[in-house]
């Protein structure tokens, strides 16, 4: 079965977290955006309804238009009851590491204010441990060489074995990718995470550092699509 029809199997199966009257916290990337044109198929058969959504994304934004979903400004939502998004990688404790499609501070945001976060992957995503994907920090472009040489000395510092830190750049060209919100991203890629905690936390204490792609305590359910359906994993 290919990545896309397990990423489907995860998504339709997130439909049965959502009840009538929801407001939703939509995640960003490929995985997402099927659940989000998955959501907007239920809501046009009735079989959900009254449900608003919260994009993590301008993209998201623009599936959930196309597929016909009610947004709401992020600060007109007094409550986000449940959000559906993907990772990029997911340990055994329900860690991730996110920030693949560049969205990781509008999607912590969002999770972190979210009643519950129900992350839809497929098995690929499924790690012992974390940091064999380049794990994405989001900075401010204002001294953002500082910066990286901050992020560098903190995971090293963190016990990460000589770091490649590498501004993510537009395409294979040589501008650099800008977030929705104006930002950069470092992705620095560790090969192993022994200590994410650490990372985190470290990584937080660094002034131009505006997020980081480390989802700690955030995740309660995590649903795996695969070849014969959908695993659905809760803490
Ligand atoms: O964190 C993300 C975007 O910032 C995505 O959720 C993550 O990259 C997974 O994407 P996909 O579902 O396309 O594999």
Same mark, same amino acid.
């Given at each position: ?10 998504? &339709?199966?997130?439909? &049965? ?21 998955? @959501?907007? +198929? ?21 599936? +959930?238009? &196309?597929?016909?979903?009610?947004? =709401? ?13 993907? !990772? ?12 693949g499609g560049g969205c990781l501070l509008r999607e912590? /945001? =969002? ?11 497929? &098995?690929?995503? @499924? ?5 064999? %994907? !380049? ?10 060489? /500082?910066?990286?040489?901050? *992020? %560098?000395? +903190? @995971? ?8 490649? *830190? ?17 930002? %950069? ?13 650490? *990372? ?5 204490? =660094? ?27 809760? @803490?």
């Open positions: 079965m290919s990545a896309v029809e397990d990423k489907t199997r995860a998504a &339709e199966a997130a439909l &049965e977290f959502i009840e009538d009257g929801m407001t939703l916290g939509l995640g960003s990337g490929s995985t997402a955006d099927i659940f989000v044109r998955l @959501l907007g +198929a239920a809501l046009e058969s009735g079989s959900l309804n009254n449900v608003k959504g919260v994009p993590t994304s301008e993209n998201t934004a623009r599936v +959930a238009r &196309e597929a016909g979903v009610p947004l =709401i400004e992020v600060d007109q939502a007094d409550k986000i009851d449940v959000t559906v998004d993907g !990772a990029d990688e997911v340990d055994g404790r329900f860690r991730l590491i996110k920030g912590k /945001i =969002i999770a972190h204010a979210s009643d519950l976060m129900v992350v839809v992957v497929d &098995e690929t995503k @499924l790690v012992e441990s974390l940091g064999a %994907y !380049a794990l994405p920090v989001e900075v401010d472009p204002f001294g953002f060489t /500082i910066t990286a040489k901050k *992020v %560098y000395d +903190a @995971l090293t510092a963190a016990g990460v074995v000589r770091p490649d *830190v590498k501004l993510r750049c537009r395409g294979d060209g040589n501008d650099p990718f800008v977030t929705d919100g104006g930002h %950069y991203i470092l992705d620095c890629a560790c090969k192993a995470l022994a200590d994410p905690e650490q *990372v985190a936390a470290r990584l937080n204490a =660094i002034p131009g550092v505006v997020e980081h792609g480390l989802f700690i305590n955030l995740a309660r359910a995590v649903i795996v699509g695969e070849d014969d359906g959908a695993r659905v994993l809760e @803490l």
